[in-house]
């Protein structure tokens, strides 16, 4: 019998990884190719084939080809930016565990992901060595026991969601030694970059959990909820998993109200709420994706003023040292 992980499984492992592969697939000037092999030396290129189905041929402006084409620009390092901006290296508390705000920790399960976002703030952190492994789970019980008011546990990395099912069944297991845990949270962009992810398997695997489950997907455009992404969040839906989304304010993305208020609806027809609008952590590598500060207050103000209160996500940034994530 084929496992059923396989279908996942292969398409990671088919997802494109080659700049020149990318350029040809979508029709784009080959002009582009040495800045993007360049730039994809600091942090490779990787797009799951599904999500380039998403993606206009012969746009190089296209918003999803954007979140994941290396650029030239990728090279600029001006003052301010760092490659720990959101200093999680201060908050570890074990290896693979950030305890930076009351009453949750994050747990980074892997540093791999199924796709690879130009801006992301992890693109120089250590995760490959700051994951506990299995072994390692025994000393985040022991840290949760010793912290009985942390009640909810977020799972996230890279993609949680790349541990395969068996994986994440036995730390599943080990978790329910804790009384004290209500919810658990899972972060993770695969159920709508990797749809083959959410399987039977994953979904009985989430139905079982005796705590609340909380997936925060994290889309930036309206353009990536389709196909069988929508299917994904329609069961995830349907076995009672509440459903958030977290954007990153993304210039040539997202960066307009037309785009952010379409987001926001489509989102809540694939029964997922708004939840945050991230300003960009200033991580060396990210620049060209900047959007002010003064700029994004007003495209809120314009979003909130178009919007039902509960489609609009909370503008926020997050500052190395603070209780919380801070409202602009
Ligand atoms: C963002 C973050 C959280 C979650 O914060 P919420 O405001 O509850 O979404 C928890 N821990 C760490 C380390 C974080 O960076
Ligand atoms: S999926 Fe998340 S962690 Fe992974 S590269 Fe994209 S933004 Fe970063």
Redesign the pocket.
């Known amino acids: 019998m084929i496992p059923r992980s396989a279908d996942w499984k292969n398409a990671l492992s088919n997802a494109i990884r080659d700049p020149a592969e990318l350029l040809a697939l979508l029709e784009l000037p080959r002009e582009l190719l040495p800045a993007a092999r360049k730039a994809a030396e600091q942090f490779p290129l990787r797009v799951p084939r599904s999500y380039l189905c998403r993606i206009e041929k012969g746009n190089i402006h296209d918003p999803l080809l954007r979140q994941v084409l290396p650029l030239g620009e990728e090279l600029n390092a001006p003052p301010g930016y760092t490659t720990d901006p ?1 200093g ?1 290296g201060a ?1 570890t508390a074990l290896p693979g565990l ?4 009351h009453g ?3 747990l980074t399960l892997t540093g791999g992901c199924a796709i690879h976002c130009r801006y992301c703030f992890r693109r120089h952190f250590p995760y490959g060595e700051e994951n506990p492994g299995r072994d390692g789970w025994q000393g985040v019980i022991n840290y949760l026991e010793a912290n009985p008011e942390v009640d ?1 546990l ?1 799972l ?1 990395g890279g993609d949680p969601l790349l541990l395969d099912t068996p994986q994440l069944q036995r730390l599943s297991d080990k978790l329910q030694q804790l009384p004290q845990l209500r919810r658990l ?1 899972i972060h993770t962009r695969l159920p709508v970059v990797l749809p083959e992810r959410c399987d039977a398997e994953l979904l009985t695997w989430l139905q079982g959990l005796p705590w609340q489950v909380v997936i ?1 997907i994290h889309t930036n455009h309206p353009h990536e909820l389709a196909g069988s992404a929508v299917e994904n969040l329609a069961a995830l839906q349907q076995i009672g998993v509440t459903l958030l989304n ?1 954007s990153v304010l993304l210039r040539g993305v997202n960066d307009d109200v037309t785009t952010l208020e379409e987001l926001s609806r489509k989102l809540h027809v694939c029964g997922v709420l708004p ?2 609008l991230h300003q960009l952590d200033r991580v060396l590598g990210a620049t060209h994706f900047e959007v002010s500060d003064e700029e994004a207050i007003s495209l809120h103000t314009t979003l909130s003023n178009r919007l039902s209160g509960y489609l609009v996500p909370r503008l ?1 940034r ?1 500052i190395a040292g603070e209780g ?2 801070q409202a602009l």
């Open positions: 959101v999680d908050a950030l305890h930076k705000y949750r920790v994050l909810e977020i996230s949270r925060v977290q939840y945050y926020v997050e919380a994530k």
